[in-house]
């Protein structure tokens, strides 16, 4: 506390605000549900707390959950309040839970950050069983193509999951779950046709004995709604002999729909018919699936700053649509300056005009994924000043840079690590395509803060963790880059290891005697199970004109072979895609050894490769179109079994 009181007056002095005191009392006035206990499971519970305090700064609210004699989680953290009068009123915290039937504690803390004053207090809240007669039932959900399956409780060592088949079809199933006696079993069920009837039932495996329920039940999911502007998919390719079929999901982030700008995560069969989907409300960027159904999504709205609305939420959401856990960018810079990172203040506190030097944590930038010990790792946008004629500019004005700083949350999304690009990038290697974010109704960035136009520096887009290892691999995309940074499962200093790309520490094998061989502005550098490393291949720098690139062709999708001994990276895959994608899309390995690309524009194309070795040419056995602007996609069993890679568990 101590640390944070002496950050904060040295910042009011900076802002000029030497002599406003340290001091505030706060106090919660009500804390209300906006229904009255008890409720049947899957209720949605919305919160609202009012409180008070002595000064007028910014009063935040956190929201945390305990369910029985269990610890309490975060479920929202601290967000800004609205203030009317001397009242201050949280956001609304809309709870849900399918957990279990009992009794559970909703916890809120107010805090004033200028004093570090806080106020806490609970309330209990009563769920109860949609079991009825021992029998398992089944409730609609919000979403139209989702289901509440409740089933009666199973015995203690044992696992549950559900099947659903429709008409008479090959059964689809939700995760395994523990036995949790003697509370009752309740899934959502996704991943169905819009008016469609499916079967359903049960299953308890005790000892590896699989036993089914006594009745299987029937549910008809109800129409897509008319309000939202769905896209249509068109098979280009069907699923050739050798096209992975059993990966039977495609799992769509789309970033925006053609005229329509609707962010839209969906979910599709191979046929490209609509199984899911998760309101646009607050533009959703799907980021990655999880196991088990959730998915982590980085939203709009208002945090902190009242002045900035993009992306200012990482949120868990389920298959429901419920947000499961969430925090934003206000608390992040607070997290991170405490932890000593120079460059994350929040916008809305930097000095205007912004001296040389100043910098601030904009948004959450491009991803959010999970480490394999349930910590998360997700982008924030850095903006920083440097002085005129930085980068080659001729303004005579300061120049923005934007750049990214790379998060990492325990468990319960506290800020614990962080790597700062500024810190470790040369500042001079400017983007080789010399790309700008510009303030104004044509942007096509979220707004600057700093100053009207912004050098696009660093565009960062993908983080992965390496098992091997527990470094992090970064795609520097505007550099042409990828670095592995030391982050040695949270204890590494955060150096870069090394780069990978044009001018970096690899040597490539050009055993194609390919003219450019290496990837540019690339996305989605994954290492996968055989061990090979997949890179989307934008191509932005390869077929710009000469003498920066070739001149005009196609994005390709990579697959290589990493040899850090040697420092020598060899392609086994360098597939043209036949499109050039300028942004956006996916790389990844499916389950029978076929490769999985996905240009995200002019067009989307969900496309399976099969390899050809020692060809560095495959096939396109199966090809998807969709909409423009995909940011990206994975091709999976279903909506609960994540990708392989993306669950490899520390070595």
Not at 214 to 240: H, M, N, W
Not at 345 to 366: K, W
Not at 529 to 546: M, W
């Amino acid at each position: 506390m101590r640390r944070e009181a002496l950050y904060l007056s040295g910042l009011f002095t900076l802002l000029g605000l030497a002599h406003a005191p340290l001091y505030a009392t706060v106090k919660i006035l009500s804390m209300t549900p906006s229904v009255a206990s008890p409720q049947p499971l899957g209720t949605p519970v919305a919160w609202t707390v009012t409180a008070s305090d002595t000064k007028a700064d910014q009063l935040t609210f956190q929201f945390n959950t305990a369910y029985g004699q269990q610890a309490f989680s975060l479920a929202r953290d601290f967000n800004k309040g609205t203030h009317v009068s001397s009242t201050w009123t949280s956001q609304p915290f809309v709870w849900t839970t399918i957990a279990g039937e009992g009794s559970y504690q909703i916890q809120v803390i107010a805090k004033d950050f200028t004093s570090g004053e806080t106020a806490t207090q609970k309330a209990s809240f009563q769920l109860t069983s949609l079991v009825t007669g021992g029998q398992a039932t089944l409730s609609p959900t919000a979403n139209p193509l989702v289901a509440l399956f409740s089933a009666p409780a199973c015995p203690a060592g044992s696992r549950m999951h559900v099947s659903f088949a429709a008409g008479g079809g090959s059964p689809n199933y939700t995760n395994w779950s523990p036995c949790q006696p003697p509370s009752s079993m309740n899934f959502y069920i996704a991943g169905m046709l819009p008016t469609t009837t499916y079967n359903m039932n049960y299953q308890v495996d005790t000892g590896g004995t699989i036993t089914a329920g006594p009745t299987p039940l029937d549910f008809t999911t109800g129409a897509l709604p008319t309000e939202i502007a769905f896209p249509s998919y068109t098979v280009v390719t069907a699923p050739g002999l050798h096209a992975d079929t059993s990966d039977s999901t495609i799992l769509h982030a789309i970033a925006t729909i053609s005229a329509t700008g609707v962010f839209l995560p969906l979910a599709t069969n191979l046929n490209g018919d609509i199984t899911w989907y998760y309101p646009p409300d607050d533009a959703p960027l799907l980021t990655r699936p999880l196991s088990g159904g959730h998915m982590l999504t980085l939203q709009n709205g208002t945090a902190w700053n009242p002045g900035l609305n993009y992306e200012q939420y990482l949120r868990e959401i389920d298959l429901a649509g419920n947000v499961i856990q969430e925090t934003n960018t206000g608390i992040m810079s607070q997290e991170l300056l405490a932890l000593g990172a120079t460059d994350a203040t929040p916008c809305n506190m930097v000095p205007q005009p912004p001296p040389v030097g100043t910098a601030c944590l904009n948004h959450f930038d491009h991803e959010a994924m999970q480490l394999p010990n349930g910590s998360l790792a997700v982008f924030g946008k850095i903006e920083k000043l440097f002085p005129p004629g930085t980068q080659g500019s001729t303004t005579g004005e300061p120049v923005d840079l934007l750049g990214d700083i790379v998060i990492v949350l325990n468990t319960n999304w506290q800020a614990v690590w962080y790597f700062d690009e500024f810190q470790h990038l040369d500042t001079n290697r400017a983007d080789p395509l010399h790309e700008t974010c510009v303030n104004g109704p044509t942007a096509k960035c979220p707004p600057n803060v700093l100053a009207d136009v912004g050098n696009d520096w660093t565009h960062s887009n993908s983080i992965y963790y390496v098992a091997a290892s527990g470094d992090l691999l970064i795609s520097v995309r505007n550099q042409d880059w990828l670095l592995r940074i030391d982050y040695n499962n949270g204890t590494g200093k955060g150096d870069i290891l090394w780069t990978m790309g044009p001018d970096g520490d690899f040597t490539f094998n050009n055993i194609g005697n390919d003219p450019y061989p290496w990837f540019s502005h690339q996305h989605d550098a994954e290492y996968q199970t055989n061990g090979v490393l997949t890179v989307f291949d934008n191509g932005n720098t390869r077929t710009a004109p000469p003498p920066i690139g070739l001149g005009p062709g196609h994005s390709r999708g990579m697959a290589l072979t990493v040899d850090e001994t040697n420092m020598q990276v060899t392609p086994v895959l360098s597939e043209s895609l036949g499109v050039f994608a300028e942004v956006m899309g996916s790389a990844a390995l499916l389950g029978n050894g076929n490769y999985f690309f996905q240009p995200g524009l002019p067009l989307s194309y969900d496309m399976q490769i099969v390899p050809n070795p020692p060809s560095l040419v495959g096939s396109v056995v199966y090809n998807l179109s969709g909409p423009s602007f995909t940011y990206r996609a994975w091709q999976m069993p279903n909506l609960y079994t994540a990708p392989a890679n993306q669950t490899l568990a520390p070595q």
